[in-house]
């Protein structure tokens, strides 16, 4: 009940029309429902609402993972780049599942870019290649960068 009480505070009107992006949007209460739909899983794994319970949790990884690259990306264009690095090192740790995963990578390659930490950004680059070849920020072997005033880089 926590976790749906809480699923429903994260809502929108709106966002059934897909006029809103939500994940650019205070999350505490989408935060809340993940944790409570999680524990829910973990404490009770037959139990007849868990089936649900792990749809849910998809969902929201995947709207927690794209929220947090949103705040990436308002970093990237401020040139705090340790912070946006952190945020796409978050990401990747904390949600590999979701599907933000290949786009944190890309943010983490540009951050270390932004650092001036090429050979960090080389290490980097090679996992988004072997894992996301099709990644819009790679042309074959090579990155390029949308907000630092860098090289393109490739691997």
């Known amino acids: 009940m ?8 994260g809502r929108f009107s709106l966002e059934r029309l ?3 992006d939500i994940s650019k949007r205070d999350l505490g209460a989408s935060r809340d429902a993940y944790t ?12 007849q609402y868990a089936p649900d319970a792990r749809q849910r ?3 929201l990884r995947n709207l927690l993972s ?6 990436a990306d308002y970093y990237m264009r401020r040139g705090a780049y340790l912070a946006a690095v952190e945020r796409g090192r978050w990401v990747v740790e904390n949600y ?27 290490e980097v680059l090679r996992v988004l ?14 990155f390029e960068p949308r907000h630092v005033d860098a090289e393109s880089l490739s691997a």
């Open 57 to 59: 949790i998809v969902y």
């Open 66 to 71: 794209r929220h947090e690259l949103h705040v």
């Open 96 to 122: 590999p599942e979701s599907e933000a995963t290949r786009d944190a990578l890309a943010v983490m390659v540009e951050g270390y870019l932004g650092l001036e930490m090429r050979d960090r950004a080389r």
């Open 36 to 47: 409570d739909f999680r524990e829910l899983v973990r404490l009770y794994p037959d139990s």
């Open 2 to 9: 926590r976790g749906l009480a809480a699923w429903q505070a």
């Open 129 to 142: 290649i072997d894992n996301a070849p099709n990644h819009d920020q790679l042309r074959g072997r090579t």
């Open 18 to 20: 897909k006029l809103i």
